[in-house]
Nanobody, 122 residues
Framework: QVQLVESGGGLVQAGGSLRLSCVAS????????MAWYRQTPGNQRELVAP???????NAADSVKGRFTISRDNAKNTVYLQMNSLKPEDTAVYYC????????????????WGQGTQVTVSS
């Protein structure tokens, strides 16, 4: 069994910063792509920033230049550094990881964290 646990969310004023963390634990041989998503009530979950196993990254246009995704493969952890936060960044943030559980596995399985609330006040 694999678990993803996010932390680091909270309430911050506009212009402030937060750093989200997501730790994967359990039966893990290798973690392929990881990513951060966010979701607001009544809307679909949207991709914020993905990162490959070799740390190639991308980001949604709405957060480019403000958010940075990174990972520590030794710690099975992905981070999201969020700077210059805006009220429209308010959402529940989820991490996602594609995990190969055993050396003999031929496919990766997708797992999600439980989400962490980020609220940006104006």
């Amino acid at each position: 069994q694999v678990q993803l646990v996010e932390s680091g969310g909270g309430l911050v004023q506009a212009g402030g910063s937060l750093r989200l963390s997501c730790v994967a634990s359990g039966s893990i041989f290798r973690i392929n792509d990881m990513a951060w998503y966010r979701q607001t009530p009544g809307n679909q979950r949207e991709l914020v920033a993905p990162i490959t196993n070799s740390s190639n990254t991308n980001a949604a246009d709405s957060v480019k230049g403000r958010f940075t995704i990174s990972r520590d493969n030794a710690k099975n952890t992905v981070y999201l550094q969020m700077n210059s936060l805006k009220p429209e960044d308010t959402a529940v943030y989820y991490c996602r990881a594609d995990i190969v559980p055993r050396p003999s596995s031929t496919i990766a399985f997708r797992y999600w964290g439980q989400g962490t609330q980020v609220t940006v006040s104006s």
